[in-house]
């Protein structure tokens, strides 16, 4: 500072047109200095602007996919319960299912130990009434019509034990022929 106001008092012409061309050099430099500085501010302050945005739209993003989470967890959660309450009705079910087979097992065993036709077979039941052996044969193709294994009510077992009962009652009435 010295030094300009030495050459400023005391100073030539030509330190003095020095003085001024440096000092105008000067100038220039710091109105560039400060226009480039004035243009990083308004770049600075338009990033800025432009990372708020950026901020407010991943901000929503990031609430829209935190609501949406929260929306899956709760529909996760009901439909393990759904699932849950299933498996328990399942459960009570088959206890249930247990509980009536066991019924049903019991019953059958008594009925079985306390059969109405004791001494008579399962399948005699079927030829009740047949008198004599053309109404023997009509009623063993009815039988045979009705529990063939082909049919939707067909029972293989049954349709064996039809067979021998027919058997031993169609030798029955071819005894008592002869006799």
Request: charged share 35%; no cysteine; aromatic share 10%.
């Amino acid at each position: 500072m010295e030094k300009f106001e030495e050459i400023l008092v005391h100073g030539s012409e030509d330190e003095l047109q020095e003085l001024k061309s440096w000092l105008f050099r000067e100038n220039i430099r710091l109105a560039t200095a400060a226009k480039e500085l004035e243009q990083m501010e308004e770049k600075i302050l338009q990033e800025k602007v432009q990372f708020q945005e950026e901020m407010k739209v991943l901000n929503r993003k990031i609430s829209s996919e935190q609501q949406r989470l929260r929306e899956d967890s709760q529909f996760f959660a009901k439909k393990l319960e759904i699932l849950q309450n299933g498996f328990q009705q399942l459960d009570i079910d088959r206890r249930r299912l247990d509980k009536e087979w066991a019924r049903l097992s019991a019953e059958k065993e008594f009925l079985e130990e306390h059969s109405v036709y004791e001494g008579v077979s399962e399948v005699s039941v079927f030829f009740h009434g047949v008198k004599n052996p053309l109404a023997l044969k009509k009623r063993y193709k009815d039988l045979t019509k009705i529990f063939h294994p082909d049919n939707l009510a067909g029972d293989t077992q049954i349709i064996q034990k039809i067979n021998r009962e027919y058997e031993s009652l169609k030798r029955e009435y071819e005894g008592f022929k002869q006799a």
